[in-house]
């Protein structure tokens, strides 16, 4: 049927439908609003930074006074919340409410503060208006809406359903034409919310689908035969005990070495919790079975301090260590291939086409997400079934982690060694600057070290750079100044990091490129300038770089701008996992794409601070279809095998 034979739409409708790749009645019901003009009440806890929203309250207190403007000020109980509701400039309102009124309210929300600014205020509970948006140009949304009206009136299309009943069943979701008829025409926010609810649903066993197919075709090997007496004596001879979490990676690792199949594993560890000595508890067993391992890591700096670690713990073994700049790269080679190398560290050399093994069997890349995708795919070459780890210091919140990760089984490090004393976390105002600075001077007169942070090398845009901040710090600091950026030779970046390094004391101005990589125990102190330019996660990472000893340490980020709240939370949390939570409620999922570059995050529907369940939900019924070969074979499952079946 054309699009013409459907009432309201014309030649022009239809030409304008066609360019939005709307061709028949049935891609015009599929193309679904883009949002509701609404008032749909949320729950308050899972309300987000700046978003408006709508929640119903009782007033307990009202205050008004004049300030720039004319403020009325509500104390709203909602659930179980108490929020302030702010109505600026309208004073005649103060005739309209009491103490004890039920109210609609709608505006922002802040998070930190408790408040929404309202837009709209109404002791009228039961506004349903529900209209949808379509967003498109030239066509009025109300004629879209007579014309999808008309279709589904005279049956003028046919949805087919793509879910098989049982699954409908198991996780309460409407039919595909239910859940259409109601994302147009919603009677109710609940049958809207119903219906929005299946299409993440969809989304999410989608996207888990494309993740576990891997499963279907499992890399078949002989169980890792460590030696677990060898393995107990090198945990007995280190000089501190593993903490709780580490000793429940490692258990998880030798479970998988026990497994007739390749695995693969994330760890995320929190800043400082001690990832390095899981790994190298890793590399020991496959290297007890007779086997080599390989630990690739992103900079050069940090390839020498792990070659080292691994070096002086691992004494019985031969570690080699292969970057761009190593002179005997063909000696390393040789001997790789021979067998006479047990453990090869080193940057992304160690993917190089000339790269051989003669029997790899873990690879562990660190702070993965710093590799391009065929870097990575060329060092998973080097074996056909080595088993894989991922280290990464970015705890990945809950719901990302299982959209990006689904795949992978995953260990989390959270408690940090119990030497390592908490570190002192303040926020300043720029005006705070010249105190902070005689701070800076008292640390390093200690012997101590000392990072100051900017955002950028120079721009007008950023209120500190490399540029303006050691015109700042160079009379006072002199020759102990150091400075490290981008656009230096990686050379002279290791020279100045190995000069600072070793020096009585002394100050490291550089950008964010210092957040993984420098492992200093006599690093005490740090500062960010220009902190609003850097997410919550981030700015965790940098504050990993000090208190690694067992020095008393302090974090101090310096801003003038708004986020002064989302700063300060800092202040209160410690866990990059709690952080990374607050960055995806703030920032959305794109604070942390890089960690894996494909288009698994691209959800029109999920959302990924909230839809913890139903990600959950969906990476369980994945893996029951994979692993069940009459599931597979079933008709109604056929549009789930299609996705299977997709390249």
């Known amino acids: 049927m054309k699009l013409e034979n459907i009432s309201y739409i014309g030649n022009k409708t239809a030409y304008i439908l066609r360019q939005n790749n709307i061709w028949t009645p049935y891609d015009l019901v599929m193309n679904f609003p883009k949002s509701y003009e609404n008032y749909n009440i949320v729950n308050l806890d899972e309300a987000k930074h700046n978003e408006v929203i709508t929640v119903i309250g009782r007033i307990l207190n009202i205050e008004h006074f004049k300030a720039k403007v004319h403020v009325i000020k509500l104390l709203i109980k909602v659930e179980k919340f108490q929020v302030s509701a702010l109505i600026f400039n309208q004073p005649f309102l103060l005739k309209s409410f009491k103490v004890d009124d039920d109210v609609l309210i709608k505006g922002k929300y802040n998070l930190y503060s408790k408040e929404i600014a309202v837009s709209t205020i109404s002791k009228n509970l039961s506004k349903k208006a529900i209209t949808p948006i379509y967003n498109i140009e030239g066509v009025t949304d109300y004629m879209i809406s007579r014309a999808i009206n008309d279709i589904f009136t005279n049956k003028k299309v046919e949805i087919y359903e793509t879910l098989p009943q049982s699954i409908l069943k198991r996780f309460s979701l409407p039919s595909r034409v239910e859940m259409v008829k109601n994302l147009h025409m919603p009677e109710t926010i609940e049958k809207l919310n119903y219906s929005i609810r299946r299409l993440k649903y969809e989304e999410a066993i989608e996207m888990q689908l494309k993740l576990q197919k891997g499963l279907l075709n499992k890399i078949i090997r002989l169980p890792i035969e460590y030696e677990i007496e060898k393995v107990r004596e090198f945990i007995s001879s280190l000089p501190f005990e593993l903490t709780k979490d580490q000793k429940e990676v490692v258990n998880e690792i030798y479970r998988d070495f026990k497994k007739d199949y390749q695995t693969k594993r994330l760890i995320q560890g929190d800043v400082g919790s001690g990832k390095t000595i899981v790994a190298i508890i890793a590399i020991l067993g496959v290297l007890t079975a007779g086997k080599q391992a390989v630990l690739m890591v992103p900079t050069e700096i940090l390839a020498s301090q792990q070659y080292e670690t691994v070096k002086n713990l691992l004494t019985s073994y031969n570690v080699s260590l292969l970057t761009s700049k190593v002179g005997n790269k063909q000696e390393i080679l040789s001997k790789l291939e021979s067998g006479e190398i047990d453990v090869l560290v080193g940057t992304h050399s160690v993917a190089s086409e000339y790269v051989s093994f003669k029997d790899l069997g873990l690879i562990i890349i660190d702070e993965q997400h710093k590799f391009g995708v065929e870097l990575r795919e060329s060092l998973f070459k080097k074996s056909e079934s080595a088993n894989l780890i991922y280290l990464t210091a970015t705890p990945i919140p809950r719901t990302l982690g299982i959209a990006m990760f689904g795949d992978l089984a995953t260990s989390e490090i959270k408690s940090r060694p119990s030497y390592q004393k908490p570190v002192k976390t303040k926020h300043f105002e720029e005006s705070k600057l010249n105190l902070i600075i005689d701070e800076i001077v008292e640390t390093v007169e200690k012997g101590e070290h000392v990072f100051v942070v900017v955002p950028a090398i120079s721009s007008e845009l950023k209120d500190f750079n490399i540029e303006n901040t050691s015109q700042i710090l160079r009379p006072i600091l002199n020759e102990k100044l150091y400075i490290l950026h981008g656009e230096i030779s990686s050379d002279d970046r290791n020279k100045i990091v190995e000069d600072f390094s070793n020096s009585n004391g002394g100050v490291l101005l550089a950008t964010s490129m210092i957040e993984v990589g420098i492992d200093l125990k006599s690093a005490t102190l740090m500062v960010v300038l220009a902190a609003e330019n850097f997410g919550l996660s981030q700015l965790h990472q940098l504050r990993g770089r000090v208190g690694r000893g067992d020095k008393e340490s302090k974090f101090y980020t310096v801003s003038n701008k708004e986020d002064v709240e989302r700063l300060k939370i800092l202040e209160r949390v410690s866990s990059g996992f709690k952080l ?68």
């Open 580 to 647: 990374s939570e607050y960055d995806l409620k703030l920032r959305g999922p794109g604070e942390f794409l890089g960690l894996r570059q494909s288009g698994v995050l691209k959800a029109k529907y999920l959302d990924f601070s909230t839809d913890y369940k139903i990600l959950m939900d969906a990476r369980k019924l994945s893996i029951e279809i994979i692993s069940d070969e009459s599931l597979l074979e079933n008709p109604s499952y056929y549009y789930l095998n299609k996705i299977l079946n997709e390249e």
